[in-house]
């Protein structure tokens, strides 16, 4: 294929990758973004694999291990639940990241095959640009696999911290740089060797101290890593579609993790310097356990609704857990024909990823004008008479608005303690992935309904 043609199916792939971003922006039109993408990337694979030329034995063998790969990815995806969402993402991150480790120890391996030099003599631009796509990759590898553990709940969510650390994690990034400088003067192997050892090191120690109340910004931030480590490799390879693809990844997240950030008012650095989370909570929390709640069941909980003139719904990762997002829409279907206002209340950060609430109402086949984000609904909770709170915790906590010493203060909360009544669906007392207790559970205008998320509501809907 001449060297023409694939800049121009670079730039229509390229093009469609931009139309797949605008496509997801909005539900109504994911689908034809997920289709734009798709069509890009098969477009891009295909001219890549054309542009090669010399169709050798080794072609055969990317052809295999692409088919197993391809095959083992879509079995994943096709199989995994929508509770597990952030965990596959944050796996499929750490692969990202991986692979841009790998093609940079390739290209500095053998530099001939990728016509950047001999082993030893690289061309300095490229030798810059395969050492920051190592250690972004590195750093997006490692960091991927900690936040993958603090999901799946292998390891703990609450911040890891030691004394010195912000210390630590600076003098590494400044190796980092200094490495960088080092190799590029001198080409060495153990220096390109340690330079992606330490950026491995330092990609687990700036996730380890980061709470579960900032995860999902987390997972927003990594998604980022991984474009500009595609991209910086794009640079070493001199493949476009390449560097288009990793600069849109790398911008679109960095730029959904500062509106993240914003709605959740923190600080992008302090995020990334981790911390938060890390005030003892154990004496308040064992403390406040002790006072009273109000628990009530399916039939208190469809009296109350039956009873109001408007409702609205607060989900949250305990609605993932039980997957009851249809039964959800079930139970509205039934107080809409009762002839109650109705509304959706979603929290930027709800979940354990950015859109994981609206992927499941999505999925429920709930309106899209009936959904709205935290900014546009926040004042509408003093008028509403009921706010049905469905596995939604610390995005409803109202210590994020008095008490300084909490975790999540200062991050904004949906406004639920102002309505009439609250129901509050949950298992248990026991505290969001913060790892801190919730006031809400013990004000005057909440009932507890203890139980399952998708069985209390389907028997509220058979009450109703």
Sequence with gaps: MSANLSAILYLVSGVLFILALRGLSSPETSRQGNLFGIIGMLIAVTVTFLSVGNFSL?????????????????????????????????????????????????????????????????KLASLIEMAIGAAVGAITFSGSVIAFLKLQGIMSGAPITFKGQHLVNASLLVLIVIITVYLSSTQSSNLFWILIAVSF?????????????????????????????AAGIGFTLENTALIITGALVGSSGAILSYIMCKGMNRSFFNVILGGFGATDQKTRDQSKEQRPVKSGNAEDAAFLMK??????????????????????????????????????????????????????LAEANVPYDEVFELDEINNDFANADVAFVIGANDVTNPVAKTDPQSPIYGMPVLDVEKCKSVLFVKRSLSPGYAGIDNDLFYKENTLMLFADAKKMTEDITKNL
Excluded: C
Aim: hydrophobic share 55%.
């Design 58 to 122: 080794g072609f055969i063998y990317v052809l295999i291990f692409l088919a197993i790969g391809g095959s083992i990815g879509a079995f994943i995806a096709y199989r995994i639940p929508m509770t597990a969402m952030p965990e596959l993402v944050a796996g499929f991150h750490s692969l990202v990241g991986l692979a841009a480790v790998f093609v940079a120890i390739s290209a500095f391996i053998n530099p001939a095959a990728f016509n950047l030099g001999t082993p030893g003599n690289i």
């Design 201 to 229: 090191l330092i990609g687990f120690l700036i996730i380890i101290p980061i709470g579960g109340a900032d995860m999902p910004v987390v997972i927003s931030m990594l998604n980022s890593y991984s474009g500009w480590a």
């Design 307 to 360: 009873n109001a003139s408007s409702v609205v719904i607060v989900p949250g990762y305990g609605m993932a857990v039980a997957q009851a997002q249809h039964a959800l829409r079930e139970m509205v279907d039934t107080l809409k024909k009762n002839d109650i206002k109705v509304s959706y209340a979603i929290h930027p950060v709800a979940g354990r990823m950015p859109g994981h609430m609206n992927v499941l």
